[in-house]
């Protein structure tokens, strides 16, 4: 059974980029929850708004052009998109941190990694600059950096792309989070590497029991290291189940043509299935199902009536009509 | 066995490491390919694996001429591509072809799709000028572009569509091997299926043989006959691709097909995984004896000494490992 209060309650989130050639609806009615503890992944393309909802809740969007146009995002009782400043950064960086992508263009290369790591002690907790740098030396070898003390006084062109995503990490969770919010963390890393840092990830949430939103494009990441898995496709999530059930059995024809386009899952040599054509361009209203273009099972009533994520069990849900109406 | 269309013998590609503005010293040597031999036949799909800076775009380059080796030979059809002259390289290259990485980089901007497929054919004179625009036509249609994009520049496309043009670009002259440099690891997984589909069709029905470099392991054992697995210059192991990735015999080899996730729960939940502590050394002072020595959980002091040579490791197999048959 779900506890009762999730710990993020995201409700029908709409952002969009006002540019000179149009609305982009980057994320288009998107709505979630994350329990305490448990671990999230976010799947998409390119373009899907995996990356747009987290930076959405993070208050991380430039606006303009970008504007969140509605929807709620209820954090322990707090709406993140509609809170105080003063509310936001009491929570930003100390219940909920988030590590990106690139290590390098993350950290700031002016600054030793010593005084970065204890930037956000000084600025959450009341303590003194000795105790902060202890926390620091102690998050630095947590996260499997030996020798910290000497590695702090380091400037972050002085780490290799794995030790860089490192401290990352433990500037992140040198505040104890409730969620991190992880954005494709291991896209830029070798692969040995990648599986040293999911490694150290599953391991810091166990001691830390904090729950996860995990943004990926690699179906790989996610069968490893989620729970929950929701596959997003043109601003909106097209399915949303256990780890286990999705991979299993994928509802969505989008998610079953994912799974079908992947090497490791077919027979060598033979030919891939491959999803025609691409995905829609978000700056015209898509009225139906944005997928319907694409889709193999499509029919005219997919393109007219929108398509809703709706359940089907419990806790795996949807948004193909046809699917729902047992059609495929 | 038939004469291999491309061999390359103990080929080495360093680059001198200089200190100064002025009076430059050369203060050290980045081994970047350190002594590779390797054949491709005719038709035949090699695949080379390796992680971030072992080596593996250099030596394309290498193979492809655009970078002059240290050591060693290229052979192309028997023939020596590292002497004579810029003339007969240029007549090599229309046998021997190449497909980049990025395809919003490796495509002029300034060029139509018709002006980037015509120029390769115009530059070898292949056929007279009134027959280009249909060649075109047929090479956009080999690909999957619809010919009425002709007219248009690469920034009307999306990348996908790119390495289409790219791929239609190596095929102007009717290669018989094409080197791809990661021609897939930029793309989308949905897109990425329809470029590996295509490489697969040009590789069966014209006979093409294809070194195909990539880091993901398993698009590698999709699309290949034999895999090649480089760790720091050299190849560690080589073999039957299936046999290589499902049974590897070099512990780098399982290091890395260990570390791949594998979109599956049940199986991804259940298996042990060998999670190799550290990062790949610099190949500017690369460790003595095996490169993977200091990573390997199986190493000795043999293995400290001296350098392993690639040696049988079953049929059609070859492994660089000291240990081989006691681990």
């Known amino acids: ?328 | 066995m038939p004469e291999p269309l491309l061999e390359l013998r103990d080929v080495k590609t360093h680059f001198p490491v200089r200190h100064g503005l002025v009076f430059q010293r050369e203060v050290g040597t980045v081994r970047a390919v350190d002594g590779v031999s390797l054949t491709v036949a005719a038709g035949e799909v090699v695949g080379l694996v390796g992680e971030s800076g072992c080596g593996k775009s250099t030596l394309a380059r290498t193979i492809m001429q655009l970078i002059p080796p240290t050591a060693g030979t290229v052979l192309l059809g028997g023939r020596n591509l590292t002497t004579g002259t810029a003339a007969d390289l240029r007549g090599a290259r229309r046998q021997l072809q190449m497909v980049f990485q990025d395809p919003y980089a490796s495509l002029n901007p300034r060029l139509t799709v018709f002006d980037t497929l015509a120029e390769p054919m115009r530059v070898h004179r292949i056929c007279p000028a009134g027959e280009i625009p249909s060649r075109v036509a047929a090479l956009m249609e080999r690909v999957g572009l619809a010919p009425r994009f002709v007219r248009k520049y690469p920034h009307e496309f999306s990348g996908g569509q790119r390495q289409r043009i790219a791929i239609a670009r190596a095929l102007a002259l009717e290669p018989r091997i094409i080197i791809a440099d990661e021609p897939v690891s930029a793309l989308d997984v949905s897109i990425q299926a329809q470029i590996l589909n295509l490489l697969a069709g040009l590789c069966r029905d014209m006979n093409l043989a294809l070194v195909f470099i990539a880091h993901d392991l398993s698009v590698v054992k999709h699309i290949s006959d034999r895999v090649a697995v480089m760790y720091l210059g050299r190849i560690v192991e080589l073999g039957p691709a299936v046999d290589v990735i499902e049974r590897p015999a070099h512990p780098y080899t399982r290091a890395l097909v260990s570390a791949i996730p594998v979109p599956d729960p049940e199986r991804e939940c259940g298996r042990q995984r060998i999670v190799l502590a550290g990062d790949p050394p610099s190949p500017l002072n690369p460790p003595l004896g095996c490169s993977f020595h200091p990573r390997c959980a199986h190493a000795t002091d043999a293995c400290r000494a001296a350098v392993p040579a690639l040696w049988p490791a079953g049929p059609g197999r070859e492994a660089a490992c000291a240990r081989l048959g006691e681990i």
């Open chain 1, 1 to 328: 059974m779900r506890p009762a209060v999730p710990l993020l309650t995201v409700t029908d989130l709409r952002t969009s980029f006002h540019t000179r050639s149009g609305v982009y609806r980057a994320v288009d009615g998107v709505s979630f929850a994350v329990d305490r503890g448990e671990t999230l992944g976010i799947v998409g393309e390119s373009g899907s708004g995996k990356s747009v909802t987290c930076y959405s809740l993070m208050g991380l969007i430039p606006q303009p052009p970008g504007r969140i146009e509605g929807g709620s995002a209820v954090f322990d009782g707090v709406d993140l998109l509609k809170c105080t400043p003063a509310q936001a950064r009491g929570l930003r960086g100390k219940r909920i941190a988030m590590i990106f992508q690139d290590p390098m263009t993350s950290l700031n290369p002016y600054l030793r990694i010593a005084d970065q790591l204890i930037e956000p002690l000084l600025i959450h907790e009341r303590i003194s600059r000795a105790a902060a740098l202890l926390r620091a030396g102690e998050a630095l070898e947590a996260v499997g950096i030996n020798d910290a003390g000497r590695r702090m006084q380091l400037y972050p062109h002085e780490f290799s792309g794995g030790m860089r995503q490192r401290v990352m990490i433990a500037m992140a969770l040198i505040t104890r989070p409730e969620l991190l919010i992880a954005d494709e963390p291991t896209t830029a890393l070798d692969v040995t590497v990648q599986a040293q840092i999911l490694e150290l990830i599953r391991q810091r949430q166990r001691e830390l029991g904090m729950a996860v939103i995990f943004i990926t494009h690699d179906l790989g990441v996610v069968a490893g290291l989620c729970d929950r898995v929701q596959v997003m496709y043109a601003g909106r999530i097209v399915e949303s189940a256990p780890t286990r059930a999705l991979f299993a059995a994928p509802r969505h024809p989008y998610t079953r043509a994912l799974q079908r386009s992947i090497p490791a899952l077919q027979r060598k040599g033979a030919a891939l299935y491959s999803i025609e054509g691409l995905p829609p361009d978000l700056s015209r209203p898509i009225p139906g199902c944005p997928f319907a273009p694409r889709c193999e099972h499509a029919v005219s009533a997919c393109s007219g009536a929108p398509a809703v994520l709706r359940s089907a069990t419990p806790d795996h849900a949807h948004a193909c009509a046809r699917v729902h109406a047992g059609e495929i």
